[in-house]
């Protein structure tokens, strides 16, 4: 009769929903939460450390002129 509980594993948390990990689904709590996890990553949501685009946009500071020396504070005056 106590089929009805679902086997959990211990120590383990869904990572999409921080619920105990059941065991049938693992590394996630229910097919749900593995679903929504897939889709996470199908949708391009999920954020990639490290990514591209910082080098991107440094390709774009080339064309200004920050890189041709220390700034100067415009409240210092004129010169
Ligand atoms: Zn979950």
């Given at each position: 009769m106590s089929?009805?509980?679902?086997?959990?594993v211990p120590g383990l948390a869904c990572p999409t929903c921080r619920?105990?990990?059941?065991h049938e689904h693992r590394p996630f709590c229910s097919k749900r939460c593995a679903d929504i996890d897939l889709s996470r990553w199908l949708g391009g949501r999920f954020v990639i450390p490290g990514g591209s685009l910082d080098e991107a946009d440094d390709s774009r500071g080339d064309l200004g002129?920050?890189?041709?020396?220390p700034r100067r504070d415009p409240s210092r005056g004129t010169d």
């Open positions: 089929q009805n509980t679902p086997k959990t619920k105990p990990v059941v002129d920050g890189a041709a020396g």
